[in-house]
């Protein structure tokens, strides 16, 4: 699996379930999607479906978040 660009920042945890069963692409773009929101600090989305398939949303959704964090604190530091 390729973890470049935005994909680099996504956490162990959300690489594991992207890389458990089912369609890794497929589950990597997904996992992207909410990377972004979280990124932008936009409200997650409601989620339906497996446990499995949100706990890989709320796992990308929490790597967002923390990058965005991270660089709210370095603009303050700067």
């Excluded at 069963?21 to 989305?45: F, I, M, V």
Aim: glycine share 8%.
């Amino acid at each position: 699996m390729d973890y470049s660009g935005y994909a680099s920042n996504l956490s162990d945890k959300t690489r594991f379930y992207i890389e458990r069963n089912g369609d890794p692409d497929q589950k990597l773009n997904y996992a992207l999607k909410a990377y972004s929101k979280g990124l932008l600090g936009e409200a997650p989305d409601e989620l339906v479906g497996s446990d499995e398939k949100k706990a890989l949303y709320n796992h990308a959704y929490e790597d967002g978040v923390n990058v965005r964090q991270a660089r709210e604190q370095e603009a303050k530091h700067e």
